[in-house]
């Protein structure tokens, strides 16, 4: 069996005449933590983007666990067992921690009327263990995404994927905006993927954070990745040399 949980093939992706892909070719190995990094307009996104069902690609291969697949939308890609976490709106601030984490994903029960009705009490059962396997300390379930911290919010993006088996967990840059407390704290959730078997995809500007997590580092520019290294084969100078 290969160890490619992910692999691409000549992609490539136009926007409006701009080739913003340009026949990319590239495994993600399980179980491993990938940083993905290039200026802005690199293709990080793009790709991303295609992977997570947002956009098609309009040329290339992909396959997930050795098997061509066709990723259409954000429901395809997390049938797939990939979940993107954005920067920004991984969560909805005025829903509690408990509905945030099963949102699209809702357990259900029968009613006395026989009809379907949430179950609250599933969820903030399962939301309490789901938060505690990712080492995070929040006083309950129920308490409103918009009171967290930035870290704590990452964290309980973090516990949704992990709770919904993942295979492969994209982090949008993480880390912006957060004190150095909470960064440390997320960039333990990234190597605490390898522990579970998830690969990990960290997406950031931060060659110091990406080298303080990842087993290997990914560097895209002009829409075609121009660097391909385990971290201990090559420095943040030889990155930023090709970039």
């Known amino acids: 069996m290969s160890d490619a949980i992910i692999s691409v093939r000549d992609l490539h992706k136009w926007y409006s005449g701009v080739h913003a892909l ?38 290339g291969e992909i396959k997930v666990e050795g098997r061509a697949v066709s990723i259409a939308t954000p429901r395809d890609a997390m049938d797939l067992g990939i979940e993107t976490i954005y920067q920004y709106n991984s969560m909805v601030p005025t829903m509690s921690i408990a509905r945030n984490l099963f949102i699209g994903r809702e357990p259900t029960r029968l009613s006395i009327l ?7 009490k599933k969820m903030a ?10 080492d995070l300390h929040l006083r309950s379930p129920d308490a409103l995404v918009g009171e967290l911290s930035g870290g704590q919010r990452q964290g309980v993006a973090i516990a949704r994927a992990m709770h919904f088996k993942s295979k492969v967990m994209i982090l949008d840059e993480p880390t912006n ?34 080298f303080d997590c ?9 829409g075609e990745v121009v660097l391909d290294k385990r971290v201990a084969d090559t420095s943040i100078d030889e990155v930023h040399s090709v970039l």
């Open 114 to 120: 026989g009809v379907g009705i949430l179950d609250q």
């Open 214 to 222: 990842c087993d290997r580092i990914v560097a895209m520019a002009r």
């Open 22 to 59: 340009k026949g990319v070719s590239l495994d993600f190995k399980r179980g491993e933590a990938l940083g993905l990094v290039g200026d802005n307009g690199a293709g990080k996104s793009t790709l991303i983007n295609i992977l997570s069902g947002v956009h098609r690609a309009d040329q």
């Open 177 to 210: 905006h957060l004190s150095v407390k909470e960064t440390n704290k997320v960039i333990g959730f990234v190597r605490g993927l390898k522990e579970q078997g998830v690969t990990g995809v960290f997406i950031s500007h931060n060659m110091h954070h990406v």
């Open 125 to 134: 059962e399962e939301s309490i263990r789901a938060i505690a396997n990712v």
